[in-house]
């Protein structure tokens, strides 16, 4: 918030001119906390290692990357950042072309007033607020329905859904190493993902959850099911950047490095460690059959799940529970099967309130009687004296 009664919006300001930027910073005054920079690969850097910046106002011809150019990658990387663009005369149908490409906020004609200037940053900071309350309606709504679907689906068909919640899991902690921002659509897709599992024939689903070798017809089953999420979101409004990620992961990787294909890359090494994960016997095993396979991951994705997990690996291991102890978020660190061998939730689960009633609906004699979990606060305080009473 603006003003005393709380902390004021961050505007960054990026021109060449340091007598262009003094103008800038005399005009907007004491009302933002005003940041400046002098080139669009500069203002790039701060953005990236600052805390959030809500406007950004950027000159047009600058060396290196013009205003256009800048706003257009600010754009990819920052997508709430609003963008407003000075420009001369000179320049007005580069600054047209501008509002497609990096889809503007506004341009301002050289030299602007001072009222002019105040009043497009207020306005600047009304779409902001704008987009963080629709971010957050969007995020809590759609989110929380992938996640009950997802969850019903892995009770209903474990060989099918039940790797969604390690892939999400695995996805978003990935994607916060490597320092990205923005990750309800990484988080969506990362739910959606398995979706087109529900077109797969039982045989192959089962040869495809036991790692096993599949023939040329099932790999081709198992390709065209990587589009049916992207076909099923694509009818949804609002959806884009995640059927953007779920195109680019079903497509297989590029050459091209965009905010779409990042995600899709990050889930592309989630899925795979996630399936690694539960046929291995150990985290090294699992890492390396994925290094057996360089050439079909992102590097910089792959060492940030290495290191991610020697983080995980340095927590603890993982501990058996009571069934009837057992409680919402513990993580399943091995299959759980009745004692038919039928699968309950594979290894990777993160138990929900779904889970927990299905086990009260089970003859107990058909239950195991503990399960292996990770070994988290919530399983240390299932096993302490006081969980009993």
Known sequence: MTGTAGPKFRVLCVDDDPFQLNLLTRAIGAEYEL????SGTEALHLIENSEPIQVVVSDHRMPGLSGAQF??????KHPLV???LLTGEKDLVEAVAAMNQAALFRFLL?????????????????QYQLQVAERELLQKTLIGSMRALSDVLAIANPIAFGQVNRIQELALAVATRLRLSDLWALEFAALASQLGHIALPERTLRRLYAAEVLSVEEVSQVTRSAHVAERILARIPRLGPVVEILSSLAAGRGPDVTSSSIGAEIL?????YAAAERTT?????????LRERLEQFDPDVLTALTELLGLELSEGGSIEVPIG???INMIVAED??????????PKGYRVSESFLARLRNFNPDLLPSVIRVRETREASSALSPAAGH
């Open 110 to 126: 050289k030299p602007t007033t001072r009222p002019v200037l105040l009043e497009t940053l207020r306005s600047a900071v009304a």
């Open 35 to 38: 940041l400046t920079c002098g």
């Open 268 to 272: 592309r090494v989630a899925s795979a």
């Open 71 to 76: 706003l257009q990658v600010l754009r990819e």
């Open 336 to 345: 759980v099967c009745i004692r038919s061998g039928a699968l309950l939730v």
């Open 281 to 289: 016997r150990s985290r090294e095993a699992a890492v390396r059959r």
């Open 325 to 327: 102890r057992v409680s």
């Open 82 to 84: 609003v963008r407003v």
